[in-house]
């Protein structure tokens, strides 16, 4: 949440810092901010100019970027707020009285409320509603007794409680990059002559790819040719820089008009790469090397939690049902953001996982965290290389599929039902509860699904003419059985995020619990029925709404003329597997929200009130 990006060099500090906020949009865009110093020292009145803000996106702050703007060295922002609406005001970066201290912030200061009224108290004047401000005022504060910048950043860490990623320029010496992490993402980005700073990779690697990731509790201090790490206590680090392996044309729309497409469109690519070197053509055998200095204690777990947020929980969904039933092992999949919170009792041989794309939502982190502290095992899926969560895990399965930049989370989905899918055939050969044959079958139809999924996206016309037809109903239920009643709950999350409209995930056997009540012929429901061992009963549930005036729109497999002749409208999906269904059913589904967002306008890469990671509770 919040995207920060700080650059420090020799070349004009401006453009770069602009597209770097361009690059991380996706984590909060209600307002930006941009602060160059000069680079003499400047009059409090000077500097003032040269912070520029503006309400909305990047576009908007880039656009009141006078030519005259220059400088070498410099911090921006893109705001998701916290504390206090989205306005000039409020937006980042924020500076002291002085105009010596300029700041932006990723996190929430949680005890600004009282810092606050102390420094106000002491003669300081604050401009914004914002927690981040008091940092600013703060530093000042303690300026006035501790000569040295360094010393009273330091004193300052120690004084704020909550969470931050902090980039901060002293205005006396504008030739440094202070920043600090506690909490909230941040890696430094080590060029040649040059260094950056961002909350997230995807913004460094255009122009270096050797990055250092703080750890908590940790601050630095970058200039153009060198960088420096400490604690809190102000101890020096030595860390060498390590090398991402994302491309620049990961991070680019490669053609498509938002990355949501372009993400969606990836999905045949997406297996292949989740899989690259974990899957032996040959042998049809499932390899996790990454899993090897934990296998031992793999082989005698006996329960296990999965904790995620939003789809990588739906994702958790699938695996409940597929470890319980292929590995035989009891699963629960929990909400991170309740797991954390219900004094959960995590026993000895419990192996936890924490599935997430980012590595850094602050929930799934916490319920990893409570899990340690009780001695489990951690076992996470983690598409960013180096985030917080990869760290804080015993072993991680990176989804090796590069960054994911629209907000809807789409290719993240499908590869994290993969890895769950390649976990499951492996912790049940580490049981012995399967036979090879059984993982043959499994390991040849995971080999098949990236043509099968080719067919569902080349059908995309045709689910966009459905779309179109779909766009007029304001609510919506999805709903499914077994390894598709995460797919319903997936489907609607998708289709409400990014158009708005209401949409509810129901399983199936529920709807004449309740939810049926609500059909009419203006609340359609989205029934997915292929060919599964639940097929008899979602016949039935389909003929339930029908016989309420509901529309339907079935996802159906491929020739299933019973569906066909029964729903209103039919998308079809080629033959899979039943535990594979997950990953082919969510194909159209992901299409049918994106081409409903779109139509009705909206920036799908980018939508309202959301962020790309949720670094907040
Ligand atoms: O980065 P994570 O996978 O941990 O993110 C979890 C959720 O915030 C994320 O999946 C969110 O629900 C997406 N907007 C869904 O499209």
New binding site residues.
Partial sequence: MCGIFGYVGSKEAPKILIEGLKALEYRGYDSAGIYVPLNNQQQSTQQQNRCIKAVGQVKNLEAKIPADFKGNIGLAHTRWATHGVPSEVNSHPHSDCSGRVWLAHNGIVENYSELKQELIAKGHTFKSATDTEVVAHLIEENLKTIADFSSALKATLNTITGTYGLVIIDANDPTKLYIARKGSPIVLGIGEGENFVASDPSAIVPHTKKVIYLNDGEWAILQAGSYQLFDLAGGELKREPQIIEWSVEETKKGGFDHFMLKEIMEGGKVIKNTLAGRLDENTLSIKLPELLGVEEKLKNIKRIIIT?????LYAGWVGEYLLEEYAKIPVECEYASEFRYRSPIVEPGTLVMS???????AD?LAALREAKRQGAVIVSIVNTVGSTIARESDAVIYNQIGPEIG???TK?FMSQVALLTAFTVRLAELRGVTTTEADKKVVQEILDLPAKIESILDSREAIKDVATKYAKYNDFLFMGRKYTFPIAFEGA??LK?ISYVHAEGYGAGEMKHGPIAMIDENFPTVALCPADSVYEKMISNVQEIKARSGRVLAIATVGDQTVSKMADETIFVPEVMEMLLPIICVVPLQLFAYYIGTGKGYDVDKPRN?AK??TVE
């Fill in positions: 995620s947020c939003g789809t990588a599935i997430t794309q980012s590595g850094e939502t799934t907000v809807a989370s993240a999350l998708k995020e959301l990671s949720v």
